[in-house]
């Protein structure tokens, strides 16, 4: 199935805005981010069709999943 993958910060370097995946039917979010060599520790907010999810939600043929990191101020 496909699924897109939209990265956001720093999440960016070496991969790109918008990455497009391929998985097996049954995948989850977490295989996504193992696709895309982001340890979770990476990840501060993910969004499966604009709405709130975690590492283990299943994924569907056309998602859009957005990913963000961390991110800090001052």
Do not use: C, H, N, Y
């Not at 981010?33 to 340890?39: E, G, S, T, V």
């Amino acid at each position: 199935m496909r699924i897109e993958a939209r990265l956001f910060a720093t999440l960016r370097t070496g991969r790109g805005k918008v990455v497009e995946a391929e998985l097996a039917e049954g995948a989850t979010v977490q295989d996504l981010a193992d696709a895309l060599a982001i340890p979770p520790a990476e990840i501060a907010i993910l969004l499966v069709g604009g709405r709130d999810a975690r590492l283990d939600r299943p994924l569907s043929d056309g998602d859009v999943v957005s990913i963000f990191p961390p991110v800090g101020g001052g």
